[in-house]
């Protein structure tokens, strides 16, 4: 599920697992519930397509929003079909870039990232000189939370406490996302256990970057 809140310009997502009432009403209070604890946003507007089912839309109401429909087989009518394309392209990008070996039935794991980095792209509407995320969320500090390839191979330091006596210092895996309760730290999904991990020592093996390389000429200018 896709949403888009207009004054922020903020585009956010839920995955679904199938389409029909029960799961599409339970994202929608899912993104409900997170524009409402920014303590920023109050939707108390919703434009839907002819399709949503009768519970969704109850649930709409019961949040104290009212619950506009768009003409039928108008589409493009509903700010959201926009912020779909938008959204779909930007996730795509995401996809494209996983290492070859990412497994991409854990493509639901991208989407925080992914909405993150697509809201820092984007202009509110209501305030023009700041971000989507921004407006949402407040000033992004690179710092604390540093961005990298999602969906990257990458290999992660193995704290001594949990690694025996002559275990490896490092495990392989991919990258998933920077984490939001922690400082500088990134969350992993290991490769050995299909577990997903929080460490703050990454070595990544993006198959587009390039790692330097001391070369000889380096060596004697230095």
Known sequence: MVAVELDGNYIDAEPLKTRNAKDLTEAYQKIFDRWKATGVVCPNWHVLDNEA???????????????????ADMHRRNAAERAIQTFKSHFKSVLAGVSDSFPIREWDELLPQTILTLNLLRQSHVAPNISAYAYHH?????????????????????????????????????????????????????????????????????????????????????
């Open 138 to 222: 407040g000033s992004f500090d690179y710092n604390r939370m540093p961005l990298a390839p999602m969906g990257c191979a990458v290999q992660f330091h193995v704290k001594p406490d949990r690694r025996k006596t002559w275990g490896e210092h490092s495990m392989d895996g991919w990258y998933l996302k920077t984490s939001h309760e922690h400082y500088r730290c990134h969350i992993v999904l290991v490769k050995k256990t299909q577990a997903k991990r929080v460490t703050d020592t990454v070595f990544f093996k993006h198959k587009y970057i390039t790692q330097p390389e001391v070369k000889p000429a380096d060596v004697i200018i230095q």
């Open 53 to 71: 089912p009768e519970k969704f839309k109850q649930a709409i109401r019961e949040n104290n929003c009212r619950v506009e429909l768009t003409p």
